[in-house]
């Protein structure tokens, strides 16, 4: 399975950007995809997830109400909007699959794609 993330820029607080992971590969509907984020000199975190047959999105409490998560099964595509952001929210941002279905640990998922910086300016 091979992931590969696009979407990251600079934005200025307050503004939205739309982030995309492609994914191809042998997958199944037991898969979840997720987006999760690594701020300057910090742990990899948890953003969101969404599960593969079903779209049942999940979100961290930093993402609720400004994040949406979708995926489009027919273009294998998993988008994150992203709204209202802040400054804190300046990170690589990686998408990843979980063979295993959603989980908001990172060490549960499988593939990762490579990263995308989002860079929110004050």
């Known amino acids: 399975v091979q992931l590969q993330a696009f979407g990251g820029g600079v934005v200025q607080a307050g503004g939205s950007l739309r982030l995309s992971c492609v994914v191809s590969?042998?997958?199944?509907?037991?898969?979840?995809v997720g987006w999760f984020r690594q701020p300057p000199g910090k742990e990899r975190e948890f953003v969101s997830a969404?599960?593969?047959?079903?779209?049942?999105?999940y979100y961290a409490n930093s993402a609720k109400g400004r994040f949406t998560i979708s995926r489009d099964s027919t273009l294998n595509t998993v988008t994150l909007q992203m709204n209202n952001l802040k400054p804190e929210d300046t990170a690589v941002y990686y998408c990843?699959?979980?063979?295993?279905?959603?989980?908001?640990?990172?060490?549960?998922?499988?593939?990762w794609g490579q990263g995308t910086l989002v860079t929110v300016s004050s």
């Open positions: 990843a699959a979980s063979s295993r279905g959603y989980s908001r640990s990172r060490h549960d998922y499988d593939f």
């Open positions: 590969g042998r997958t199944s509907n037991s898969y979840a």
């Open positions: 969404i599960t593969w047959r079903c779209g049942a999105p």
